[in-house]
């Protein structure tokens, strides 16, 4: 389940970086924040699961730094 979790959600951030780049339209650009944010939260829990949990807590910190990127972005727009 997270593995297909983290491939969807993989993609769709991809997507939404390539959409960003190639029209030069930022306007999705905290969306596409928080859904990689949502990726490095099931990427550390992978990594729980696996029993490393060293890259298991990273990626959980980077995910709430992720996390206050995007509410302070959202606050701004």
């Known amino acids: 389940m997270l593995k297909f979790l983290h ?3 993989s993609k ?3 997507l ?4 960003g780049l190639i029209t030069e ?3 999705f650009q905290p969306y596409m924040m928080l859904l990689l944010g949502l990726t ?11 029993g490393q949990k060293g890259y298991g807590w990273l990626s959980i910190v980077v995910f709430i730094f992720i996390l206050f990127v995007v ?3 959202f606050l701004l727009n």
């Open 7 to 9: 491939i969807i959600l």
């Open 16 to 19: 939404l970086a390539g959409y």
């Open 71 to 73: 509410i302070k972005s």
């Open 12 to 14: 769709t951030v991809f």
């Open 40 to 50: 490095m939260l099931v990427m550390g829990l992978r990594e729980f699961q696996k």
């Open 25 to 27: 339209d930022f306007k």
